[in-house]
């Protein structure tokens, strides 16, 4: 047995991860000598009633999925959720899209339908039509069969499997993420085992990109670091490149054999249109580089709870692709084995049906739509009620939410005050928002910009 020495006493996950990973490596078990569970029989029986668990101190609530527990608590019946990212009617209420519900049934109808095991990349169907979704119906990198795409858990899932494989099999372990950025991703990337490293992305001066700073950051970053992009609708910010900045993006990043790994959480919901949000993604495959993308279902398709993702992998041939796609099969499996079918199904239904596909596009625009409206009817509100600042930010924004530039004391005092939540960095998911509850946000908003600094 070769002697890696990693300590058992380092705090990190990281070193954790890789001690394990060195357990796992030299054959030895869990309970071998080095490595023996130093603690009290959990039967009770010898009279210590300590826990075992006693040393673990509670952990703080997410910083998105904690505002919807706080939210719950609060009986107040004025009480309005702007925290996660999640569509809501004119209503209030979450949305089953129509075509989602006529899959299912046909679904249900089907009695060849089986419960068997998906293979560990998941549904074939849903796989094809997924990397078609993401990157054209004629992609020449499909055509070439340069595409590797695995069913993952969700977005999330489908970033933490890319994470994994590249801590595994790409050279480089350091990972660029935009300041800032979606909450998770520093610990989905950091506990993948690889470096995590922001770029400058957002001016709080402007409400708008930090062009320059970008372009700084990516340039002096290692030749051939990874770099986390937002496909459309940046979160938190709702600030995207132009169509220009994208290309000279591209431009500097294959100029330094930067990697870039897409997260396309909100296709169709920037702009209502499907193709118009994959842009981004397609002139970095269009110039025939390597790239992956990490693709969510929750939002387009209204199908949070069910967990349909995808990450696909473009190759440069079609033989890397195949390998890679072996060695995915080798991070997932240990992971949750193979991903869950309802989901899938119900997307590749959909996705694989003309009709289908065109009356999803149909009620993903109405989606999209609504909170355009929304955005504009919360400019007016503010504006009406003479609301010092500049809130042109509002309507300028794009996708799911607004990054509204209320600090911290201000979100708490909404909460307090008005039974308001958002995110504490000022987000508030504009889907989250109906036309019942403009005036109220626009008079806690109004109140908070006034009555605290
Ligand atoms: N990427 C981005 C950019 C993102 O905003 C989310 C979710 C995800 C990935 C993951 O979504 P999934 O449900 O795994 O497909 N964002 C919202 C929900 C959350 O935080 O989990 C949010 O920001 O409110």
Not at 165 to 169: S, T, V
């Given at each position: 047995m070769h002697g890696v020495n990693v300590s058992q006493s380092s705090s990190s996950p990281a070193d954790r991860r890789l001690s394990a990973l060195v357990r796992h490596l030299e054959g030895s078990s869990m309970d071998s000598a080095n490595h023996s569970i130093a603690a009290a029989p959990t039967s009770g029986s010898t009279g210590a009633r300590i826990s075992v668990?006693?040393?673990?101190?509670?952990?703080?609530?997410?910083?998105?999925?904690?505002?919807?527990?706080?939210?719950?608590k609060d009986p107040s019946p004025a009480k309005l959720n702007l925290g996660v990212g999640a569509y809501r009617t004119e209503e209030g209420k979450p949305l089953v899209l129509n075509v989602v519900r006529r899959a299912e049934q046909m679904l249900v109808n089907d009695s060849s339908r089986v419960k068997e095991y998906l293979p560990i990349v998941g549904l074939a169907?849903?796989?094809?039509?997924?990397?078609?979704?993401?990157?054209?119906?004629?992609?020449?990198?499909?055509q070439e069969n340069r595409v590797t795409t695995v069913q993952c858990l969700s977005g999330t899932g489908s970033l933490r499997v890319g994470a994994e494989?590249?801590?595994?099999?790409y050279h480089q372990h350091t990972i660029y993420i935009?300041?800032?950025?979606?909450?998770?991703?520093?610990?989905?990337f950091g506990l993948a085992g690889l470096s995590v490293k922001t770029y400058r992305y957002y001016d709080p001066a402007t409400r708008g990109l930090n062009f320059e700073g970008l372009l700084e950051d990516l340039r002096s970053a290692p030749s051939g670091a990874i770099v986390l992009l937002h496909a459309c609708a940046h979160n938190p910010t709702g600030v995207d490149p132009t169509t220009h900045q994208w290309e000279q993006i591209r431009q500097l990043m294959r100029s330094k054999a930067l990697l870039p790994f897409f997260d396309s959480a909100y296709q169709g919901f920037a702009s209502g249109n499907l193709d118009a949000d994959a842009e981004s993604v397609r002139m970095f495959v269009r110039d025939g580089g390597e790239c992956l993308v990490a693709q969510s279902f929750a939002k387009n398709m209204g199908l949070y709870g069910e967990r349909v993702g995808a990450l696909s992998i473009v190759c440069r041939t079609a033989d890397v692709a195949g390998r890679v796609e072996s060695q995915l099969k080798l991070v997932i499996r240990p992971m949750y084995s193979n991903p869950p079918i309802h989901g899938a199904s119900i997307v590749s239904t959909i996705l694989k049906d003309r009709t289908m596909f065109q009356e999803w596009t149909i009620e993903l625009k109405a989606m999209a739509d609504r909170i355009i409206s929304m955005r504009q009817q919360l400019f007016d509100a503010l504006r009406g009620r003479g609301t010092p600042g500049d809130w042109s930010h509002i309507i300028k924004q794009i996708g799911m939410f607004t990054f509204t530039g209320l600090n911290s004391e201000q979100v708490a005092f909404m909460r307090n005050e008005y039974h308001i939540y958002m995110t504490s960095d000022?987000?508030?998911?504009?889907?989250?928002?109906?036309?019942?509850?403009?005036?109220?946000?626009?008079?806690?908003?109004?109140a908070a910009v006034t009555r605290v600094a």
């Open positions: 668990f006693d040393h673990v101190v509670r952990a703080p609530e997410d910083p998105i999925l904690g505002v919807t527990v706080a939210y719950n169907d849903f796989n094809k039509l997924s990397a078609k979704l993401i990157l054209g119906a004629d992609s020449p990198a499909i494989f590249l801590a595994r099999h935009p300041l800032p950025t979606w909450g998770n991703h520093t610990k989905v000022g987000r508030i998911s504009m889907a989250g928002l109906s036309s019942r509850t403009v005036p109220h946000l626009a008079d806690a908003i109004h």
